[in-house]
């Protein structure tokens, strides 16, 4: 456990500030819900921070306050965000431009919207190749622009009057990158931001730029961003939270429900077929094979760890997994996944599983970057630093403390996250063994 049982927890008091990178489908979406909940205008579906309850003691107990009267977490009225782009549509043009929300409610919530505008991002397009913009920042080398966002952060902090932050990646997807030497450490990482070094990617620059000014980190993309030791031992000597990749929505979320089932009741797999079409900004930046390949290596693992092949492998050796993106732009944020699962039963016999979820993308990923906002800055508070595994829940590709394999399975997820905010608490965990009948 990453702290003391019943740990003392600063209180959420004042503003939290939340800094987005990316101020597109997802970010505006995020937003304009909170406003909207806010004004009385619609219910925090989907928050586990705001709809979910924890059983607490033995079941005759009856204890089962919802999550945020257990725990203290910042309000909704005391969030406050801010963001990098590289359009510089505000808020209420660029939620209008995602076109996830109806334009009538986004009308309503005009105000607050358009209040928020982007500040000039980092970025390069050899790492997202099919967007290019104009809001975006000059400067000498990689360094001076991480220094640039530093000095950004500390003036939203202040004129926003803030007494915490968190930044959160909601930005484009980047070509896949592998670890490179230069990541070793913090000396050899700054001395490749200063020569422009490429295998430093923009969205490692903001990592950077949120540690160096003492706030946690959070990656929605599968990009490897935080995920290497130089800004690891960075989180780790500031004593910051950090947790990733890719938030879990649509396709993945369906797969991390459905094949724990399979799995339990000792199903076997033949193959797993994915294939989906998306209209939005994400789908075209994934059309590019380069940003797709990260995707794809986010997407794929998960039924590796569930399935474990190779403690059964005659339910699981060798199945056939294949996943498609394909960006068809009538479609716009309304993403069709179709999955075609080919399981075997008693004695060999062959059954299909055919899935089409008429999904909305970024309406499963804002309540997700609600919670990640309130959760890191709780672990903040409670002086939980480093990788934040009982954040998994949200993430396809989850970080893991190295050395680890990454869980999953989102009920083991779910458990994990409960029995973390009953530890902090001071509370038992609860294994559900019933070795009596009240446990
Ligand atoms: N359910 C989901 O929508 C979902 C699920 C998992 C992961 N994600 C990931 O979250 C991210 C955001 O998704 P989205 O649907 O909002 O995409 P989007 O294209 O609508 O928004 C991304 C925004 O990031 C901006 N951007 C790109 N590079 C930037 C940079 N270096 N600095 C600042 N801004 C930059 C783009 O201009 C764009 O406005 C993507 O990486 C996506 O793969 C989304």
């Not at 089409?356 to 499963?364: A, K």
Request: glycine residues 8%; proline residues 5%; hydrophobic residues 40%.
């Amino acid at each position: 456990m990453p702290v003391k049982k019943g740990a003392e927890i600063a209180p959420a008091k004042g503003k939290l500030g939340v800094l987005l990178v990316g101020l597109g489908a997802v970010s505006t979406t995020f937003i304009a819900g909170v406003e909207a909940i806010k004004e009385g205008l619609a219910e925090p579906i989907g928050s586990l921070t705001q709809m979910g309850t924890i059983r607490l003691g033995k079941r005759t107990d009856n204890r089962v306050p919802k999550i945020k009267d257990l725990v203290p977490l910042a309000k909704l009225t005391d969030l406050v965000f801010g963001a990098w782009d590289i359009f510089p549509d505000s808020a209420y043009d660029a939620a209008l431009h995602a076109g996830v929300l109806e334009k009538d409610l986004v009308e309503k919530l005009k105000k607050p919207l358009q209040k928020i505008k982007p500040m000039k991002a980092v970025f390069d397009q050899s790492y997202v190749k099919r967007l290019s913009g104009t809001n975006v920042k000059t400067g000498k080398n990689k360094l001076e622009m991480a220094n640039q966002l530093i000095a950004e952060i500390a003036e939203f902090k202040k004129k926003n009057k803030c007494d915490r932050l968190v930044m959160i990646w909601a930005a484009s997807t980047e070509v896949f990158m592998k670890q490179h030497a230069v990541h070793r450490n913090l000396d050899t990482f700054e001395k490749a931001m200063r020569e422009n070094h490429k295998a430093i990617a923009p969205s490692m620059v903001y990592a950077y730029a949120a540690l160096k000014s003492g706030i946690p980190f959070a990656n929605g993309a599968p990009n490897l961003t935080v995920e290497i030791p130089a800004l690891m031992d960075l989180a780790n000597k500031k004593g910051l939270a950090v947790c990733g990749k890719d938030f879990k929505t649509g396709q993945t979320l369906m797969k991390t429900i459905l094949a724990p089932g399979l799995k339990s009741r000792m199903l076997g797999l033949h193959g797993w077929y994915s294939t989906n079409i998306l209209g939005n900004r994400d789908g075209e930046v994934l059309d590019d094979p380069d940003s797709f390949k990260t995707k794809e290596e986010s997407k794929l693992s998960v039924l590796e760890y569930i399935l474990q092949p190779e403690v059964y492998p005659q339910l699981y050796k060798d199945f056939s997994h294949v996943v498609r993106i394909n960006y068809y732009p009538p479609r716009g944020d309304n993403k069709e996944g179709w999955d075609n699962i080919d399981i075997f039963g008693w004695l060999g016999y062959k059954m299909q599983l055919k899935i089409d979820f008429l999904c909305r993308d970024s309406i499963l990923a804002a309540p997700i970057v609600l919670d990640l906002a309130l959760f890191l800055a709780l672990a903040q508070r409670t002086g939980m630093k480093g990788v934040q595994e009982w954040l998994s829940f949200y993430f396809k590709s989850p970080m893991t403390a190295p050395g680890l394999y990454p869980e999953h399975d989102v009920f083991i997820q779910l458990m994990k996250l409960k029995n973390t905010l009953r530890h902090l608490r001071g509370e038992d965990l609860i294994t559900h063994l019933g070795l009596e009948y009240y446990d």
